[in-house]
């Protein structure tokens, strides 16, 4: 099993990313895909889900409106698109793939600056 991000990078407030999150190893399309996300010094938190057949998306109140969740089962791929960053957007994310009964994966995770 392997779940890989790609995307990270330094980037000015205000401006935008894609986050990309290849999975290999298992049934990428019957898995829950999730970004979370751990600032310096914080815990780690949830930041989009996108359910098996992406019928439904949940976002942290934080980064409503400004990131999208997707995802493309045929190339078992998820994705973050991040717009109008903000320096408190700084982190690394990481890419998670959760099934019940099944457990769950992580991916080693891409850093995010925003900064000027």
């Known amino acids: 099993v392997q779940l890989v991000e790609s995307g990270g990078g330094l980037v000015q407030p205000g401006g935008s990313l894609r986050l990309s999150c290849a999975a290999s190893?298992?049934?990428?399309?019957?898995?829950?895909m999730s970004w979370y996300r751990q600032a310096p010094g914080k815990e780690r938190e949830l930041v989009a889900d996108?359910?098996?057949?992406?019928?439904?998306?949940d976002y942290a109140d934080s980064v409503k409106g400004r990131f999208t969740i997707s995802r493309d089962d045929a190339k078992n791929t998820v994705y973050l698109q991040m717009n109008s960053l903000k320096p408190e957007d700084t982190a690394v994310y990481y890419c998670?793939?959760?099934?019940?009964?099944?457990?769950?994966?992580w991916g080693k995770g891409t850093l995010v600056t925003v900064s000027s």
């Open positions: 998670n793939a959760a099934r019940r009964s099944y457990g769950d994966y």
């Open positions: 190893g298992f049934t990428f399309s019957r898995y829950v």
């Open positions: 996108i359910t098996s057949g992406g019928g439904s998306i």
